[in-house]
């Protein structure tokens, strides 16, 4: 955002806080009855004019702006600071890391770089075993996965007091949802086109780049049809598939397994994990001579890809050209902004100690551990008046709830990378290229410094900084970064209702998703262990097909909401407009301050490439029909406003879905 953007959104704050955000105030809006959303935030939405630089705007984007605008505060002084700072030190990896990114003859100057003789490995590779071999080495050493010998070592789902190595599946480049979906061929085109540029730029004549585009559209359209969809990938009795090296010999008949594992630095395991066997099937079947060439072509361009924001002037371009393209922006940030942009990404955790000591407050911390409490204590009521569970169902359940872990501003002890992670300058042969590659290898080696030692999960993977909350299925916890405890999602001055409207809400949400379509299926220790009765998982999977199908009845832009895609998000969505209602009760002022809250704080604008953008690919329903749909299947919404059968707003009571009413 702009610093124009950042003023306004501290005028339209502190109006919000002046008027409150109760339906009685909105006396101009189309009727609260038929459209909440619009009725809540048409003048605010009013007031947002994307700029040319703009995909999407909502307060989660807006908070993020505001802290990257203090972020970029703190790169400004460092930068026209003489000050010599000691090595290893936030304020010298900061600085020299800027250099690095601003530097645009050294990017230049460097090209390829120190990324020259990995790929030179891949393009002059005589046979399919070259080629495998060039891939391990590049990702034992970096992490790089494009078609084979990529790897991620996380929390083993069914004991998750340990670590495992899960295999990764190919880079699908746009993605399986726009390669298979005939609404975006034309943003498929511009992207065939994208990759003939990027060849052209790594020197291939046009007419070779041309070929090689083609080459790699044929295999990228071979490994999607074989990919699991985004919604597969959330349920572990597809994903988590185990086998021995040895049956991963079997699995991956045309390539030395012992050998690449061996390269990988992972060999040795007694589990190997395979998120996605069809595709592993695809790829293997794809490791063959005459496909040689095209394979070379596919791992190049994802090496390209994957670097181009931190290599020369040319490839940055390119990959800005085409980002925007797919979101709809029509011009770029500018230079400045992007270098700013690229030392945050690279140094994460040493902004988010620098962040912490100038804007978290400890007081907030507290009371929003005391509205966390209040919100556990009302799921354990909701979950106890469920007749379709059992009681030992329903005690398993609340322990889960008593086991969960609570992770708030940020962490006691910072994670080992950001001591790890050292940067070069430019005037001792650095680049930043040769930065970012630094930054991968420190994730490799902290990855497999921990293969073998017990989780601690009291670590964070989430930074201060980041606006967002999560929850962990594996950790069973939920994690609220210092960023988000701010207005408009929390403000000691609102009141307990709005306050639950905003934080609560989103707190709700994530407690909820222990209990969502993937989340239900983890144990209180964060293992997958299925502890639900069959009847109970059929009465479940009922419900959840409510879900899908009443989701899927809403559109955006003609396009038809994916019940299925975005089912875990609406079943937490559903849940947390329960838990903040319950604990509200009948008290109508309240609930109206609570509802129009939670809808001002989804209030979103977005360019119409963005919109489809997220239609194909976000697990989330658009933020309008997250607030009318919820809030239509919501009791209590009914006892607010009395909405009437002739109301757009209205839903049966039949009609109304939810796993926890």
Same mark, same amino acid.
């Given at each position: ?127 399919i075993t070259e080629y495998i ?93 074989? *990919? ?24 991956? *008949? ?55 924001? +931190? ?67 009302? +799921?354990? /009521? ?10 030992? *169902? ?19 002890q910072w994670p080992q990378e ?48 980041? /606006? ?148 194909? /690919?976000d697990t989330h329903a658009p ?39």
């Open positions: 955002m702009k610093k124009k953007r950042i003023t306004w959104f501290l005028v339209a704050l502190s109006v919000l806080l002046l008027t409150g955000c109760g339906i009685h105030m909105k006396a101009d809006r189309p009727r609260y009855q038929d459209d909440y959303y619009e009725y809540v935030n048409q003048e605010l939405l009013d007031g947002v004019e994307l700029s040319a630089t703009d995909a999407h705007w909502d307060w989660f984007g807006e908070l993020n702006a505001v802290a990257s605008e203090e972020m970029e505060e703190i790169i400004r002084e460092l930068s026209e600071d003489d000050t010599v700072y000691e090595k290893g030190s936030s304020q010298q990896k900061i600085k020299d890391m800027y250099e690095c990114a601003s530097d645009i003859q050294n990017r230049n100057e460097t090209g390829l770089g120190p990324l020259k003789p990995h790929m030179d490995s891949i393009r002059n590779a005589q046979n071999d060039a891939l391990a080495k590049l990702s034992g050493e970096f992490g790089f996965s494009s078609i084979v010998g990529g790897y991620n070592i996380m929390q083993d789902k069914v004991d998750s007091s340990r670590y495992a190595v899960y295999m990764l599946y190919a880079d699908t480049l746009i993605g399986k949802e726009y390669i298979e979906d005939e609404g975006s061929q034309e943003y498929v085109d511009r992207y065939l086109d994208y990759i003939k540029d990027m060849f052209c730029e790594f020197g291939m004549e046009e007419e070779k780049a041309r070929q090689s585009a083609a080459s790699v559209e044929r295999l990228l359209r071979e490994i999607c049809a074989s *990919t699991l969809t985004t919604e597969q990938l959330y349920d572990p009795s597809i994903t988590y598939n185990v086998y021995t090296a040895e049956e991963l010999q079997q699995l991956y *008949t045309n390539v030395d397994v012992k050998k690449m594992l061996k390269t990988l630095r992972v060999d040795g395991q007694d589990k190997y994990i395979v998120m996605d066997v069809g595709q592993a099937q695809k790829i293997n079947s794809l490791l063959v001579e005459e496909n040689l060439e095209a394979l070379k072509d596919y791992s190049t361009f994802v090496m390209l890809n994957d670097t181009a924001k +931190y290599g020369s002037e040319a490839f940055a371009r390119l990959s800005e050209e085409m980002q925007n393209v797919l979101y709809g922006i029509s011009e770029s940030w500018g230079d400045e902004k992007n270098w700013m942009m690229l030392t945050q990404d690279l140094l994460p955790w040493d902004f988010g100690m620098l962040y912490v000591e100038k804007h978290f407050s400890r007081e907030d911390k507290e009371a929003v551990e005391e509205m966390i409490a209040k919100i556990l204590d009302e +799921y354990k /009521v909701i979950i106890m008046r469920q007749d379709w569970m059992s009681g030992e *169902t329903k005690q398993k359940a609340v322990r889960k709830l008593e086991k969960m872990q609570v992770k708030i501003g940020y962490p006691e950001k001591d790890m992670m050292q940067v070069i300058p430019v005037s001792e042969g650095g680049s930043l290229l040769s930065n970012l590659l630094t930054s991968m290898n420190v994730a490799i080696e902290h990855q497999l410094n921990m293969l073998n030692d017990e989780v601690d999960k009291s670590v964070w993977d989430v930074t201060p900084q980041t /606006v967002n909350a999560l929850y962990d299925p594996l950790n069973n916890e939920i994690i609220f970064p210092a960023a988000i405890l701010q207005p408009p999602f929390y403000d000691c001055e609102n009141s307990d209702a709005a306050n639950l409207g905003g934080i609560g809400y989103v707190i709700a949400h994530e407690v909820s998703h222990a209990f969502d379509s993937s989340g239900a299926l983890y144990d209180e220790y964060g293992n997958y262990n299925m502890w639900w009765t069959e009847d109970e998982m059929e009465e479940y999977q009922r419900m959840s097909q409510s879900i899908i199908d009443y989701y899927s009845n809403y559109e955006m832009m003609g396009i038809q909401v994916n019940g299925e895609r975005t089912l875990m998000e609406n079943i937490a969505d559903l849940g947390a407009i329960e838990c903040i209602t319950s604990i509200i009760g009948d008290d109508k002022d309240a609930l109206d301050e609570a509802f129009g809250q939670m809808t001002y704080n989804w209030a979103c604008e977005d360019t119409t490439e963005f919109m489809l953008y997220l239609l194909n /690919v933020n309008k029909v997250r607030v009318n749909a919820t809030l239509s299947s919501c009791d209590a919404f009914y006892d607010a406003y009395e909405i009437k059968e002739t109301d757009g707003m209205y839903v049966a009571p039949g009609d109304r879905v939810g796993i926890w009413r």
